[in-house]
């Protein structure tokens, strides 16, 4: 085997970090340096198993040396060719790990970056677990003061919970997202996100969240006094009048087509429901809260 043969390097390594009778410390410095060597060669060769492994233990070896800046961008690598190996666990375990070490060097932005590349990794495959890296992502920008910097990740999670069907959800982040922008004075966001949720509960035939969003949301004056209210309140007067025409009319509007592409194809299915049922169960649900209120 040549010097430069990726498993001569780690076992090379693996001796410099192993005591006995003659070797009474750790060199964790040149066996990191042979960990970083074999990983770059089993990663070129194409041996994505080996190539992880040794990122892993390269990681580790930074660690030791008290950088745990460079234990991150190994850890990171080592997620990305779990990824290649559809180790999703593996994906998960080495992102978070690699969060855990940028925070140590007090970066909160590539820490929640690293839980952002991981979310993307599983939407597909497990999206469950996406949302809640995409929330610990937005955590962290949260607790740094840098909001702005997550609305791309609040945008990524509702989508999911859109694909999932899980509608209340994806209309929740979506308000997350509002408040937000809100704190940012980033205006224009923070009223289209307010617009995408009533759309959301009034694709899931839920009429009555979607006036009790609208009305919530215009307690704040930049939504009261924006294009996305006006959007909003037509549709409302839509479904209110059972005016089929009407809600596709407005939903084709130029107000709409500057959202998301996920809540724009949802607007253009608008309505999903029966008008006339869901004017009903609207009506029914405002009595039934006159009748709480009679106190005769």
């Not at 999703?88 to 970056?113: G, H």
């Not at 497990?126 to 791309?152: H, R, S």
Request: charge should be negative; aromatic fraction near 8%; glycine fraction near 2%.
């Amino acid at each position: 085997m040549s010097s430069s043969d990726p498993n001569k390097l780690i076992s090379k390594a693996d001796k410099l970090t192993r005591l006995s009778l003659t070797r009474w410390s750790a060199d964790w410095k040149s066996a990191t340096l042979l960990y970083e060597q074999a990983a770059n060669g089993f990663r070129v060769s194409k041996d994505y198993e080996k190539a992880k492994l040794a990122f892993e233990k390269a990681s580790k070896g930074q660690e030791m040396l008290a950088s745990p800046w460079d234990a991150a961008k190994h850890m990171e690598s080592a997620a990305a060719l779990a990824k290649e190996l559809r180790n999703w666990t593996e994906v998960i375990d080495f992102y978070r790990r690699a969060s855990e070490l940028y925070m140590q060097c007090d970066r909160p932005q590539p820490a929640s970056d690293s839980l952002a590349k991981a979310a993307r990794a599983l939407e597909d495959a497990l999206p469950d677990d996406a949302v809640q890296l995409y929330t610990d992502a937005c955590v962290i920008l949260e607790d740094d003061g840098k909001e702005q910097m997550a609305f791309d990740l609040y945008r990524a999670a509702a989508s999911i919970y859109v694909k999932l069907e899980k509608f209340t959800d994806a209309a929740t982040f979506l308000l997350r997202l509002g408040l937000a922008a809100d704190k940012c004075n980033a205006r224009n966001s923070q009223c289209k996100a307010y617009l995408s949720a009533i759309i959301v509960y009034l694709y899931a035939h839920d009429l009555k969240q979607a006036e009790k969003c609208y009305n919530d949301c215009s307690q704040i004056d930049a939504f009261l006094r924006s294009d996305q209210n006006r959007c909003a309140s037509k549709l409302l007067s839509a479904y209110t009048e059972g005016d089929v025409e009407e809600i596709k009319r407005v939903a084709q509007s130029s107000t709409i087509s500057n959202l998301d592409n996920v809540i724009i194809k949802l607007a253009r299915k608008l309505p999903t429901g029966d008008v006339a049922e869901l004017k009903e169960e609207a009506a029914k649900g405002e009595e039934e809260a006159l009748d709480e209120n009679d106190l005769t």
